[in-house]
């Protein structure tokens, strides 16, 4: 679909709408249905269930949204964390020089200094979105954090999170008092992150307040083994800088040891291995639309020092978009706050070496990626549309359908609140036709259906059984009420990953 009929179907099921909707939105802030926020909880969950499941020693935390400005001044966010911005000199709009350059520059501006978009924007005499004039300014740094007061009667200033990695690193001494004084340490955050786009755009894609799911590894470099076996054999998309600086771009696929031969850390290519495999096997993207592009060094974010962005290929926005990333971070983190904060964030191992640790960051963007479910798994089948989402994903895993609602509805009433009891949350539907309700449930992505009848009530030898319609084929099968919880219940939890874990 495209973006607006696939926005318009989504807000139409109550997924998503614009926050402030009867104020004519605000842009760039979007608020979550019933279906969008059961969808999001389930696609944290399943988050938190794999990439915790990595290992024994890394745990979820839930920090503040909120840090003094010495945070962001020592992290750097406060100098560095900008994005070129274009302004029209006759309409005035401000727009992302990325966003101007999409067709001209489909690998972004990243190392890009002002003079060289500037230069690119005047040779493709690129326009105006708003006006049509191709009289654009110079472009310029803009800084994407939240400020706000600090207190009363201060001029002190407080900012809003730019990315919850930061609460990880401001968390890892109590971290390292509280777990059991070990590396590596992973320390996991999913929350809420606020950026001040310049040109929010793409609905869930470019958004002023949303959602990052971030695991930090500590760890020491000397020492960081991973089960690299157990990735061995799997195949990766790659579209590597060098190749890219050669003018090749198309995707590669490899193997992890030949990443490793070219100069990328095993622990590095082992967790984005299972990155790869949450996206393709939990999500369920199509291999064929997953690659990971490397960022070179001009490229790469300014603390990075090895960079690969998780990217998926969607109908919707025409092309490639990132959905999640694995970055190599080095000791920049706490080297930094130790400057800022004035501690010493270097541990202590058994054999008495002291080591400042480095940092493995895997990041998720829990919004993008609702987007992409939508993008990927809701589609047309003749008049049909159906949102094929994996079970543990669904927003309602269970409908359930009186055949007549005067002399089964109250049958029916008790088996739904006996099924969410059991840990199986479904949704009472006795409005219009059984066909009619089946379709709701399949737009929906509601993978099993089960309708109270006549024999459910009756004295025949089917007496308590109902009839269990499963989404994708459209196949119905009859079993006994009391087996619902034991046929559905296993489907709904999400994967975890095989192999021990470091």
Same mark, same amino acid.
């Given at each position: 679909?495209? #973006?607006?009929? /696939?926005?318009?179907?989504?807000? !139409?099921?109550?997924?998503?709408?614009?926050?402030?909707?009867?104020?004519?939105?605000?842009?760039?802030?979007?608020?979550?249905?019933?279906?969008?926020?059961?969808? &999001? !909880?389930?696609?944290?969950?399943?988050?938190?269930?794999?990439?915790?499941? /990595?290992? !024994?020693?890394?745990?979820? #935390?839930?920090?503040?949204? #909120? $840090?003094?400005?010495?945070?962001?001044?020592?992290?750097?966010?406060?100098?560095?964390?900008?994005?070129?911005?274009? =302004?029209?000199?006759?309409?005035?709009?401000?727009?992302?020089?990325?966003?101007?350059?999409? &067709?001209?520059?489909?690998?972004?501006?990243?190392?890009?200094?002002?003079?060289?978009?500037?230069?690119?924007?005047?040779?493709?005499?690129?326009?105006?979105?708003?006006?049509?004039?191709?009289?654009?300014?110079?472009?310029?740094?803009?800084?994407?954090?939240?400020?706000?007061?600090?207190?009363?009667?201060?001029?002190?200033?407080?900012?809003?999170?730019?990315?919850?990695?930061?609460?990880?690193?401001?968390?890892?001494?109590?971290?390292?008092?509280?777990?059991?004084?070990?590396?590596?340490?992973?320390?996991?955050?999913?929350?809420?992150?606020?950026?001040?786009?310049?040109?929010?755009?793409?609905?869930?894609?470019?958004?002023?307040?949303?959602?990052?799911?971030?695991?930090?590894?500590?760890?020491?470099?000397?020492?960081?083994?991973?089960?690299?076996?157990?990735?061995?054999?799997?195949?990766?998309?790659?579209?590597?800088?060098?190749?890219?600086?050669? %003018?090749?771009?198309?995707?590669? =696929?490899?193997?992890?040891?030949?990443?490793?031969?070219?100069? /990328?850390?095993?622990?590095?290519?082992?967790?984005? @291995?299972?990155?790869?495999?949450?996206?393709?096997?939990?999500?369920?993207?199509?291999?064929?639309?997953?690659?990971?592009?490397?960022?070179?060094?001009?490229?790469?974010?300014?603390?990075?020092?090895?960079?690969?962005?998780?990217?998926?290929?969607?109908?919707?926005? %025409?092309?490639?978009?990132?959905?999640?990333?694995?970055?190599?971070?080095?000791?920049?983190?706490?080297? !930094?706050?130790? @400057?800022?904060?004035? &501690? *010493?964030? =270097?541990?202590?191992?058994?054999?008495?070496?002291? $080591?400042?640790?480095?940092?493995?960051?895997?990041?998720?963007?829990?919004?993008?990626?609702?987007?992409?479910?939508?993008? @990927?798994?809701?589609?047309?089948?003749?008049?049909?549309?159906?949102?094929?989402?994996?079970?543990?994903?669904?927003?309602?895993?269970?409908?359930?359908?009186?055949?007549?609602?005067?002399?089964?509805?109250?049958?029916?009433?008790? /088996?739904?609140?006996?099924?969410?009891?059991?840990?199986?949350?479904?949704?009472?539907?006795?409005?219009?036709?059984?066909?009619?309700?089946?379709?709701?449930? *399949?737009?929906?992505?509601?993978?099993?259906?089960?309708?109270?009848?006549?024999?459910?009530?009756?004295?025949?030898?089917?007496?308590?059984?109902?009839?269990?319609?499963?989404?994708?084929?459209?196949?119905?099968?009859?079993?006994?009420?009391?087996?619902?919880?034991?046929?559905?219940?296993?489907?709904?939890?999400?994967?975890?990953?095989?192999?021990?874990?470091?």
């Amino acid at each position: 679909m495209k #973006i607006d009929e /696939l926005y318009a179907l989504l807000r !139409r099921r109550g997924v998503l709408w614009p926050s402030a909707e009867i104020y004519g939105g605000a842009q760039g802030l979007y608020d979550y249905g019933p279906l969008g926020a059961a969808l &999001k !909880r389930r696609l944290e969950d399943a988050w938190a269930a794999w990439f915790l499941g /990595l290992s !024994r020693d890394y745990y979820l #935390i839930q920090p503040s949204e #909120i $840090v003094p400005e010495a945070v962001v001044r020592a992290s750097g966010h406060l100098e560095n964390f900008t994005d070129p911005e274009v =302004t029209c000199e006759s309409c005035h709009a401000s727009v992302r020089a990325e966003t101007l350059l999409e &067709k001209e520059r489909p690998q972004g501006v990243d190392g890009l200094t002002p003079a060289q978009i500037g230069e690119i924007l005047r040779v493709h005499r690129v326009r105006c979105p708003t006006c049509g004039s191709n009289a654009l300014g110079v472009p310029r740094p803009f800084n994407l954090m939240f400020s706000i007061p600090w207190g009363a009667g201060t001029e002190e200033r407080a900012y809003l999170l730019p990315e919850t990695a930061q609460a990880s690193y401001l968390a890892f001494a109590r971290m390292w008092d509280v777990g059991r004084k070990a590396l590596p340490l992973g320390v996991a955050v999913v929350g809420k992150a606020y950026r001040n786009e310049i040109a929010p755009r793409q609905v869930l894609f470019r958004m002023r307040a949303f959602t990052q799911a971030e695991l930090q590894v500590f760890f020491d470099p000397s020492d960081f083994v991973v089960p690299f076996d157990t990735v061995r054999d799997e195949a990766v998309p790659v579209l590597r800088a060098a190749a890219r600086e050669a %003018g090749h771009d198309q995707v590669e =696929t490899v193997s992890p040891s030949d990443l490793v031969a070219s100069g /990328l850390p095993e622990f590095y290519v082992y967790h984005l @291995v299972h990155q790869l495999r949450f996206l393709r096997d939990v999500l369920g993207y199509p291999a064929d639309r997953i690659r990971y592009f490397e960022k070179s060094e001009k490229e790469r974010a300014f603390y990075n020092r090895i960079q690969f962005d998780a990217e998926v290929s969607f109908e919707s926005l %025409g092309g490639y978009r990132e959905v999640g990333a694995i970055h190599y971070r080095g000791d920049y983190d706490l080297s !930094r706050h130790g @400057v800022g904060s004035g &501690k *010493d964030f =270097t541990v202590t191992r058994k054999d008495g070496v002291k $080591v400042l640790p480095h940092v493995l960051e895997l990041t998720f963007g829990v919004d993008r990626n609702l987007w992409g479910l939508a993008d @990927v798994h809701l589609v047309q089948e003749g008049e049909r549309t159906v949102w094929r989402l994996p079970p543990y994903l669904a927003p309602v895993p269970l409908g359930v359908f009186p055949l007549i609602a005067k002399e089964h509805g109250d049958f029916a009433l008790r /088996l739904a609140d006996e099924m969410a009891t059991a840990g199986v949350p479904s949704q009472y539907d006795e409005a219009s036709s059984i066909g009619k309700r089946y379709a709701r449930m *399949d737009e929906a992505g509601t993978p099993y259906c089960v309708t109270v009848d006549g024999e459910t009530l009756g004295d025949g030898p089917r007496r308590g059984s109902v009839t269990l319609r499963l989404r994708d084929s459209k196949a119905q099968e009859r079993l006994a009420s009391a087996d619902l919880v034991g046929r559905i219940a296993p489907t709904l939890r999400p994967p975890r990953p095989g192999g021990a874990g470091p």
